[in-house]
């Protein structure tokens, strides 16, 4: 019966699951050994994937609580250690799978790669790619985000997770996921207000080792919040992801719009695909119902007929959108009947409706 009832606890343990690598303990070989006595006392042998590892806590008691539900426990002891070098290095290898090292969103990932872009800062593309994140997953989604924006990143922070910090794991860092999103940001590694100031090569080091280093798990999208412009980042990421898409964010302004036209091109140019136009700020509706047009109107529209791409959506200029972002609260978790919540959401499942091409993919045929 003691072996049984070991047996039924670790059934009950590949519940656990690792809140950073997002897999059951069980399959993690976290689980040394689990034995039971004679009275029901179940013993379970758990090792950490690091010292100190920030997820101790919750782990060791959701391992306890586990094994406490299993038939036959009468009480439950758990014993923590920390895995050996040899363990960690397995378990880096077997999360890698099959990906040669540093590759993870290549032509053949089943990640669809959007990058949210524009020639100038100030329009709203963190606020987007934050919210369009949380749409998505609302949708069903499994949604990762990087930060890209090494000088002015600020997307920890709309998250409400601005103390987060990764954790390293052998060769591999885990990514923090505040509010399920996995996401990994420059600002996870500073001080706060410490600034940023470093030339092009720092920039396209720092950005390769996000796309190759974090591991994000097995991603349906992953958002990546570009800096404004058309400079080395965005150089960087069009030679690191060539299959990524683009959605190009704007105000109506006829001059904001105009200038984030120039990202479309730059993106274009490096072989990348553009998705589509997302107008923001479109307009600041009146207690009466009426829409003052604060930064003009048809930027939007304008952009996408002369990149000769749909225009995905217009949001609203939303007191809810900036407020939320302050708070770390997206307005599409905290106001989700806010129009700009609403606007975003319409355009997440326009997103989401219009899948990922097939070009640049392997079908896994082969002639006959």
């Not at 479109?282 to 048809?298: I, R, T, W, Y």
């Not at 606007?343 to 079908?363: E, F, V």
Request: proline share 7%; with cysteine.
């Amino acid at each position: 019966m003691t072996a049984e009832t070991a047996a039924a606890v670790r059934s009950a343990l590949g519940r656990v699951i690792d809140p950073e690598i997002r897999k059951p303990v069980t399959e993690l070989d976290m689980i040394r050994d689990v034995s039971v006595d004679e009275a029901g006392l179940a013993t379970v042998d758990l090792r950490l994937t690091i010292v100190g590892c920030p997820a101790a806590d919750s782990i060791e008691r959701d391992v306890r609580r586990a094994a406490a539900s299993a038939p036959g426990v009468t009480d439950v002891r758990v014993e923590v250690g920390v895995m050996s070098p040899q363990e960690r290095t397995a378990l880096t290898d077997r999360l890698r799978g099959d990906r040669p090292k540093g590759v993870q969103f290549g032509p053949d990932s089943l990640t669809r790669v959007i990058a949210v872009t524009s020639g100038k800062g100030g329009v709203g593309k963190s606020s987007m790619t934050v919210n369009l994140a949380l749409a998505l997953q609302r949708l069903g989604m499994t949604v990762g985000i990087v930060d890209a924006d090494v000088f002015g990143f600020s997307i920890p922070g709309l998250l409400g997770a601005a103390d987060a910090k990764p954790t390293q794991v052998g060769e591999m860092i885990m990514p923090p996921t505040p509010q399920g999103i996995a996401t990994i940001s420059i600002g996870m590694f500073v001080e706060q207000g410490t600034a940023v100031s470093w030339r092009g090569p720092m920039l396209h080091r720092t950005i390769q080792q996000f796309l190759t280093d974090v591991y994000f798990g097995d991603l349906d999208v992953l958002l990546l919040d570009l800096p404004p412009g058309t400079g080395d980042v965005a150089i960087s990421l069009g030679q690191l992801l060539p299959n990524a898409e683009v959605v190009v964010v704007t105000t109506p302004q006829a001059a904001a719009a105009e200038v984030a036209e120039r990202s479309a091109l730059v993106a274009r140019q490096t072989g990348q695909s553009v998705l589509g136009v997302i107008e923001n700020m479109a307009g600041l509706v009146q207690p009466d119902g009426s829409v003052l047009a604060v930064f003009g109107e048809g930027g939007g529209q304008a952009t996408a007929d002369r990149l000769g791409v749909p225009l995905l959506g217009s949001v609203p200029l939303s007191m809810a959108l900036r407020e939320g972002g302050d708070a770390g609260e997206p307005v599409v978790l905290a106001t989700p009947d806010e129009p700009a919540a609403a606007a975003i959401r319409a355009i997440a499942a326009d997103i989401a409706g219009r899948g990922r091409g097939l070009a640049g993919r392997k079908l896994g045929l082969s002639p006959r």
